[in-house]
């Protein structure tokens, strides 16, 4: 069944740590994006891609960077994880111009 | 900026009473899609909706481009329906979320 999955679902850490948050979907879709959302409040784009190797900012600005080395995986890091981080991050991916968006189910960052 | 404001806020409704959620955007917009978040924050795609009319079961919405808004109708509440919706404009790759809309059913 064609999806987009996101890993870890929950994380908590320690100030300082390297982080990747995971995203991959088995849609085929060229385009994906990261969107941070703090709870009960509208999500903001952080990143997207076009494509493999194409990243690009979104209108809130992020400490996080992307890679997108392969069609299906989208990876957001963060090198060096601090509270103002604790939100949660979505993941989500789209075909055609405009596309629909579909989601992944989130993870739900806490930096201590 | 650009803006998109969802109204209202806040909805408290006895089970089976029907719901009209309202989405006004500022700029013109390519497409436009609703959503509901449910309480493990999972965003379920409701509607992907340019223009017109669109039904599924007891959910339906209509856009109206040239005025800037479109709306979402829930007729027969149920408690599953509570969580938050969102509606998102899309132009291009650019997707502007509103605040969302956040709809309590108690039974």
């Known amino acids: 069944e064609a999806d987009i999955y996101q890993t870890p679902r929950y994380l908590v850490i320690g100030t300082g740590k390297k982080i990747t948050l995971e995203c991959s979907q088995t849609?085929?879709?060229?385009?994906m994006y990261w969107y941070q959302q703090d709870p009960g409040m509208e999500l903001h784009l952080i990143h997207y891609?076009?494509?493999?190797?194409?990243?690009e900012k979104g209108d809130l600005s992020s400490e996080s960077t992307v890679s997108r080395i392969r069609t299906e995986h989208f990876p957001l890091t963060l090198e060096s994880a601090r509270p103002s981080h604790t939100s949660q991050y979505l993941c989500?991916?789209?075909?055609?111009?405009?596309?629909?968006?579909?989601f992944g189910p989130g993870t739900r960052l806490t930096v201590l | 900026g650009i803006q998109v404001e969802q109204s209202p806020p806040d909805l408290i409704l006895q089970e089976g009473a029907n719901s009209t959620l309202r989405c006004n955007f500022s700029d013109s917009v390519n497409n436009l899609q609703w959503f509901h978040q449910n309480p493990w924050g999972q965003l379920i795609n409701l509607f992907y909706?340019?223009?017109g009319t669109k039904q599924n079961g007891r959910l339906s919405a209509t856009t109206v481009a040239t005025e800037r808004y479109s709306l979402l109708y829930i007729s027969s509440s149920q408690t599953t329906d509570s969580g938050v919706y969102f509606c998102?404009?899309?132009?291009?790759?650019?997707?502007?979320f509103g605040a969302g809309t956040r709809l309590t059913v108690k039974p």
């Open positions: 849609m085929g879709h060229d385009k």
């Open positions: 998102a404009r899309i132009n291009n790759n650019d997707m502007r």
């Open positions: 909706i340019p223009s």
């Open positions: 989500a991916s789209s075909e055609g111009q405009p596309g629909e968006q579909f």
């Open positions: 891609s076009y494509g493999v190797n194409s990243t």
